[in-house]
């Protein structure tokens, strides 16, 4: 059973950045993929970005030329690099990865204000 563990959230003014950081209890580099999903109150969680366990990432067109997401198998981490901050961005933002099984692990979440 892999634990992911969040951090980096914060109360940021708007226009600026903030870096996520996502660490597995185990191995990821079998995993299929790795991403990023955020949930504001009252609305759905959603998908913010992603990456292929051949790097190749994808993104909400909400945050595209934003956010960067990236992944260091050897670290067992995936970051996201959050910039040009809006105060829409203010949600929960919530690890996900899913190994070969298809099984998806979550992370606990880490709160991201945007506000001045």
């Known amino acids: 059973q892999v634990q992911l563990a969040e951090s980096g959230g914060g109360l940021v003014q708007p226009g600026g950045s903030l870096r996520l950081s996502c660490v597995a209890s185990g191995s990821i580099s079998s995993f299929l993929s790795m991403g990023w999903y955020r949930q504001a109150p009252g609305k759905q969680r959603e998908s913010v970005a992603a990456?292929?366990?051949?790097?190749?990432?994808n993104y909400a067109d909400s945050v595209k030329a934003r956010f960067t997401i990236s992944r260091d198998n050897a670290k067992n981490t995936i970051w996201l690099q959050m910039n040009s901050l809006k105060p829409e961005d203010t949600a929960i933002y919530y690890c996900r990865m899913m190994d070969r099984n298809f099984r998806a692990y979550w992370g606990q979440g880490t709160q991201v204000t945007v506000s001045s």
């Open positions: 990456i292929t366990s051949v790097g190749i990432p």
